[in-house]
Structure formats: structure tokens, C-alpha cells
């Protein structure tokens, strides 16, 4: 699915997601891809080409992961077709989910006992003591069919790493998994350096272009607020709602997660890999948002504005070193130029021969080579040397 597309789960060490040719690395989860798609890059990148080297701004990253899942719940058939999952308590950094939890029953398109289903749900967590904006949680429910041939349960349990090797399986066996995402105090402004020459330095994978974050910095526009936390709350809704109506089977969160899948992660504090994609889901939604343009748009180095949030690397090559001081190195090689091109006019004007002008010999003791006090027979000094080696080698 287009939410999750880019996230790299097999070797999230080198980068964790990649988006329009450029590989994010776990230091910049969540920044801005206005920093690579932007009005801003569009004009450097237009006006110096190839000698854009880096970008530096001032963003928003998910520095830890906003996720949290764990075995908690009850899994229900109630009928036929009537999976029933009840949401279980799972510890936030708010402190624990209410008791009065709802209950997730979906009319399903199959026939419980025969067929293997699942029934998952996302819901906001209200305000108050407990929770805070744009905090969600979700359950996912499943139950295998009586042979436990499909073994839905099982697969759900391996994707939070359950200790139990046997969790989840055999016939009509269930298992419930509870999870919540709040994003209130998993953002910091960092300053992030997108690296256009990246290839060939030490990296695990073929891109040219890398995204990396840095030290902690303070933004010219502050852009952490509701909206950028309610987008994270919801990014997993679409895959929560996986096969709805059908089996619920949640494809594309088991194909991220895998069975089972341990470290390395994207986040470090994660515990399993089910809660460590929900972070990235988080991750890349908030990336998306038009509002980082506001920032990036208004941080044009060519422009001079916020020079405390952005910067560029431009490198060009030059010759000289600009300086107006350095000319004056090239009158000794200029004046050597002049005088050569002197002698070589006055040589051919002059008609000066070979052995000089005053040789008062006769003419056919003056000397044909190695004597001469013009270029031009200087020149032709070389080419009838070649011609006599050529001659005495034809005759040989």
C-alpha cells in the first residue's frame, strides 16, 4: 500500500525508507520531503546542477518511536460470521488505557470455523488525563480456522515477537494484540543534511542521495503542533482496515513485520517489529505534509532569509584563485610569450639563416644543422632530421 511504500525492513540499518530517489536514514524519520521535491531544491538545484553538494535545514524528526504493541485483548466468535475482538490495556507514556474499552465487530465475509479471520479497528483516545492530540490505539483480533491450516493467530503473534513459539496455533486458536501510537513527545527539531553525493561512500545500498539527521537546532518557524500529531495518530488507519469486510487480514503489516523478525530496528526502543512499522508508517505520513513547505520555501539560501535554519554546499571548480592580487603572477610568463613571439617574427622578416648572418664562409661551407639563430630554421631543424633518419633507414 502507497502508506507504507519505501520502508526498508531488511537492512534498516543503512536506511529505514526511501522516498523520490532519496534513502532517509533512522536519524531523519519523519523530516520533510519538501527538502528534496521542494520549490527551494527545485531552484538551487536548477541554478547549480551538479555542483550542489549538500542541503542542511532545521526540521521535525521522529526521534523515537510514537508506537507501542503488546499481547493484550479477547478474541470472540459470536456467530458464523461475527469475530468479536475486545480491546485489552496497554501502558502509554500517558500511563494505561481505560478498562471501558469498545469492541471491534465486523460482519465478516467468512465462516468462522471453517475459515480463519481477523477483526481490527483504530480509534482516538480522548483527551483528558490519559491520551493527547492526535493519539490513537488499535486491536487487531484473530482466530484460525478448526483445522488451523491458515493459522491467522499465529502469524499475528509473530509479528510482536511472542516468546511462545505455539502462541497462535492449532485449530479455533485466537490472539489479540492491542496497540497505541501517540506522538506527543516523539518530535524534536534536528538539523538534517541531505547528501547529494552519497554514492560510494561506505553506504549498503545504491543510492546517490541520503538523508541524515544531526544535532538538536531551533527553527525560524516553529511547525510541531496539531496537525503534524493527529497525521501521525491516523497514518496506519488504511492498513489497520486491510481486507475489511473480507478475511481482515492485515497483508502488507505481516509482510513489513515478518515472523518472528528481531533487531536491528528502525527506532532502538522498539520492542517488536509489528510496533517498529507502525513508528515508520508515523513517520513517512508527517513527511508528506504540505506544511513543511511553509519552512523550506521560506528558508532559500539564495534569498539570504533564515540563514539560521538552512544552508548549502555549492562546489565549482575555478581557475586561479580569484583574487585581483594573483593577476600579477602572469606578467612574467606573458612578457617570456612576447619576447619568443618577437624573435620569431624578425627571424622570418630578417631572413635569418642557418650559422648566423655574419658567417663568412662560402656558401656551401655553411653549416645545414645544429646552427641557427632563427626559429623558423629551428623548426625546420626538426623535420629534416626526421627526414634523413626516414631516408637512411629506406636505404639500409
Known sequence: MEAAAGINYKSPGDYVYAQSGVAVERT???????????????????????????????????TSNPARCQKSGRVTAVSANHLVTQVGNITLSHGVLPENLPSVDFGLSRVLGRDSAMSNDIFPLDTGSVGSVGATFMVFGARNDEQGDVSFASYLAGTVNDPDDSAGRGGNATYAVTCAV??????????????????????????????????????????????????????????????????????????????RRGPPYAFPESTNALEDVLGLISGLAVSRLPLADEVISAAEVNEGKYRDSSSAVIEMTRLGTGSSEALWLLIPPA????????????????????????FSGSERERPHLYTAESAYYLIRLGTTAVRNVDQKSAIQ
Open 182 to 259: 501517540d506522538a506527543s513527545s516523539s518530535f524534536e527539531y534536528r538539523r538534517v543534511t541531505l547528501d547529494l553525493r552519497a554514492l560510494g561512500k561506505d553506504k549498503g545500498s545504491n543510492y546517490a542521495q541520503y538523508l541524515s539527521g544531526g544535532e538538536p537546532c531551533v527553527p525560524s518557524v516553529p511547525t510541531i503542533g496539531s496537525k503534524l500529531l493527529a497525521t501521525a495518530g491516523s497514518a496506519s488507519i488504511t492498513l489497520v482496515h486491510e481486507n475489511l469486510a473480507k478475511d481482515g487480514y492485515f497483508a502488507t503489516l505481516h509482510r513489513l513485520s515478518g515472523y
Open 28 to 62: 531523519a524519520i519523519g523530516a520533510p520531503t519538501s527538502i528534496f521535491t521542494g520549490a527551494a531544491f527545485g531552484n538551487l538545484s536548477s541554478q547549480y546542477g551538479q555542483s550542489l553538494v549538500k542541503l542542511t535545514h532545521c526540521v521535525p524528526v521522529l
Open 335 to 358: 612578457g617570456s610569450l612576447i619576447a619568443l613571439f618577437i624573435l620569431f617574427v624578425m627571424g622570418i622578416r630578417r631572413q635569418w639563416v642557418r650559422g648566423g648572418r655574419c
